[in-house]
């Protein structure tokens, strides 16, 4: 996936079956689904691709143990099946982790026990393991940090976890291999109309200012939280469909919960779980629910958000993360679609499909687990008079037999890094300090800190990768520190 590559081909053909708008998991999701079934299929990405919420989720694909407590079926056994295919499909980004819930009273373990055993059934032959329940000592042998004191048991689950960021370069690898174009930094300035119909956009290239008319027989919005934006250039005026909610994660050391179980607590404050998931040798802790007004790119934490994970997490451990062991701290917007409750928290996480008078196909809402089938159920839309069969279900994700860019990037040689680099830029379409930071590796997610410092050396050598001059290097380091300092507890 050469981004300079792509523009050729870009050039070399303005008219397209399939035009998408966002190059998050749902875009690339279409992208791969569309091309997969013959259709000339071309992907924009305004920034980075990923780089707003598809980057900064739980790193879980799983069922939803909440949604099925909502009573939320159907979301329920589409996403257990999604979380099976995902894990056949992408065995080198998606595994299986045991999670574990912790019992503080008699009734817990019969309560949470049943329903996770409801839980395996519904996942059928896609299961990852049957659920048990745990003794006292079987608890405190699983999570060695978990505080004793009115401790019961537990009960023993199995969900997928994964690499979001990741799995989104290889989505868009994937699509490329079927035949689509995927270009990130191409904003969509506007939708081109012909007897008031959707016939293409237009677009900028934001690295060197070109622009292009691009048509297109159907143009799909799949923006996520920016949905109304376009939404507005399609019917100006037209009301929000989107209620966005804010979602923090904090990232510190694996020291405070060793082994390899994760915490599932299922209860907060706030109606939400609270998940401590290992990754990549850190410890994830989250999530929030916090109703926000902006959809900004760079979403971040208030200082509330921060402390409430803290608090609610220091409830379950012996030995508690403070504020100045936080190696980094994440912020994601959700793409809730408005609902008639005031919490996001009680929103569905199903997904919104629809189709206005001018064409425009719309697809938001779902969560990451459920992406494919947002993706097959938006090509079947568009492909409604003229149908052909989806094959994703058996696709095999590219990268399985690439070497993974590590994820974090600390401690590696110069010689070591440089072909990471130019793996990144000739193969992933990497193209700022930020990219290959935040999304080819993880570096800034698993610890701003050390992000930072990298910055000089990374821009050293993705100048010289690319072509770039003084003035580059050092405009990226400035960019990447400030947006990286947002990233580290105040």
């Given at each position: 996936m050469n981004r300079t590559s792509q523009i050729k081909e870009l050039e070399a053909d303005r008219e397209w079956d399939c035009c998408i708008i966002g190059g998050g998991a749902t875009g690339l999701g279409i992208a791969?689904?569309?091309?997969?079934?013959?259709?000339?299929?071309?992907?924009?990405?305004?920034?980075?691709?990923?780089k707003?919420?598809?980057?900064?989720?739980?790193?879980?694909?799983h069922g939803g143990v909440r949604y099925l407590q909502q009573g939320n079926i159907k979301l329920v056994l589409e996403?257990?099946?999604?979380?099976?295919?995902?894990?056949?499909?992408?065995?080198?980004?998606?595994h299986n982790q045991q999670f574990v819930i912790p019992n503080y009273s008699w009734w817990d373990q019969p309560f949470y026990g049943i329903g996770l055993k409801i839980y395996d059934r519904m996942a059928g032959k896609l299961g990852l393991g049957p659920s048990i329940f745990l003794s006292i000592e079987e608890t405190l042998e699983r999570l060695p940090n978990l505080d004793p004191e009115g401790l019961t048991g537990g009960v023993l689950y199995h969900d997928g976890q994964f690499d979001?960021?990741?799995?989104?370069?290889?989505?868009?690898?994937?699509?490329?291999?079927?035949?689509?174009?995927v270009l990130n930094y191409f904003q969509v300035e506007g939708l081109l109309k012909q007897n008031d119909k959707v016939i293409g956009v237009t677009v900028k290239d934001s690295e060197n200012g070109n622009n292009y008319i691009i048509r297109?027989?159907?143009?799909?919005?799949?923006?996520?939280?920016?949905?109304?934006?376009?939404?507005?250039?399609?019917?100006?005026?037209?009301?929000?469909?989107?209620?966005?909610?804010?979602?923090?994660?904090?990232?510190?050391d694996k020291d405070y919960l060793p082994g390899t179980c994760a915490i599932m607590i299922p209860r907060t404050d706030d109606g939400r779980?609270?998940?401590?998931?290992?990754?990549?040798?850190?410890?994830?802790?989250?999530?929030?629910?916090?109703?926000?007004?902006?959809?900004?790119?760079?979403?971040?934490?208030?200082?509330?958000?921060?402390?409430?994970?803290?608090?609610?997490?220091?409830r379950y451990l012996q030995k508690d993360p403070l504020r100045k062991d936080v190696r980094s701290v994440f912020t994601g917007l959700r793409p809730l679609v408005k609902g008639k409750t005031g919490r996001t928290a009680s929103l569905s996480r199903d997904h919104h499909l629809s189709k206005s008078a001018s064409g425009l196909i719309t697809i938001t809402g779902g969560k990451w687990t459920t992406y494919r089938k947002?993706?097959?159920?938006?090509?079947?839309?568009?492909?409604?008079?003229?149908?052909?069969?989806?094959?994703?279900?058996?696709?095999?994700?590219?990268?399985?037999?690439?070497p993974l860019i590590p994820a974090s990037l600390a401690g590696l040689t110069d010689t070591e890094l440089e072909p990471l680099?130019?793996?990144?830029?000739?193969?992933?379409?990497?193209?700022?300090?930020?990219?290959?930071?935040?999304?080819?590796?993880?570096?800034?997610?698993?610890?701003?800190?050390?992000?930072?410092?990298?910055?000089?050396?990374?821009?050293?050598?993705?100048?010289?990768?690319?072509?770039?001059?003084?003035?580059?290097?050092?405009?990226q380091i400035n960019i990447f520190r400030n947006m990286a300092g947002q990233y580290l507890p105040v």
């Open positions: 791969v689904d569309a091309a997969s079934r013959g259709l000339k299929t071309i992907l924009f990405e305004r920034s980075d691709l990923a707003g919420t598809s980057s900064r989720s739980t790193k879980l694909v996403a257990l099946k999604e979380r099976g295919l995902l894990l056949r499909n992408a065995p080198h980004l998606v979001d960021a990741r799995l989104a370069i290889n989505l868009a690898q994937t699509a490329v291999a079927q035949g689509a174009v297109a027989k159907q143009v799909i919005n799949a923006t996520g939280v920016f949905t109304d934006s376009i939404l507005q250039m399609d019917e100006p005026g037209s009301a929000s469909l989107i209620s966005p909610s804010q979602g923090v994660h904090l990232v510190v779980v609270l998940f401590a998931v290992p990754w990549h040798d850190k410890l994830v802790l989250g999530t929030t629910d916090t109703p926000v007004n902006k959809t900004d790119e760079e979403p971040v934490a208030q200082e509330s958000e921060i402390d409430f994970i803290l608090q609610h997490i220091a947002m993706a097959q159920d938006t090509v079947n839309l568009m492909l409604q008079d003229d149908p052909r069969p989806c094959i994703t279900e058996t696709l095999a994700i590219a990268g399985q037999d690439n680099i130019r793996q990144a830029v000739q193969e992933e379409a990497c193209m700022t300090v930020e990219d290959m930071l935040a999304r080819r590796s993880r570096q800034l997610f698993l610890d701003a800190r050390i992000a930072m410092e990298m910055a000089p050396r990374i821009a050293e050598m993705m100048a010289k990768e690319r072509g770039k001059d003084e003035v580059w290097k050092t405009e």
